[in-house]
């Protein structure tokens, strides 16, 4: 089960995210993918703020990634995500970075996240309602 249409965020490489060759440094690119993800969800219904204030946190369990082409300081580039699967408390997140154009493809990859309370630090049984119910009529 994946949801099919794809949640767009812009992106364009500041001078900050680059490294001294005026390379988009990797770890900007987990920046960027968890903006997206955050959007992603504000545009569901989900407020991450509220979520964190209502008990619960979606922290990364599993990351996956591979840089297919880099991103240079001033180009402009689109990152894609969607919620590929949902098992229990379980998201897989897929990604794609790419020219606004299309064309090209800078990276691709896969985000798993799990819900949890964040007093006790354990893993939720199942997902707080205000995600479930923005989520389960969707995928």
Known sequence: ?????????????HP??????????HGNYLTWM???RV????SLGIDYAELVASGSELP????SLRYHRPIRMGMRAVVKTRIAQMAGVRI????????VDGEELYLTGRVTLV???REKGKILRQLPSLMKNALLPIV
Do not use: C
């Not at 959007?39 to 504000?42: A, G, K, Y």
């Open 1 to 13: 089960m994946s949801i099919e249409n794809w949640f767009e965020y812009p992106v364009r490489a």
């Open 16 to 25: 900050s995210h680059t490294d001294y060759s005026g390379v988009v440094w």
């Open 34 to 36: 968890e903006e997206a």
């Open 39 to 42: 959007e992603h969800l504000r």
């Open 60 to 63: 990364v369990v599993e990351l």
């Open 92 to 99: 897989n997140w897929d990604y794609r970075i790419q020219s």
């Open 115 to 117: 819900a949890v309370d």
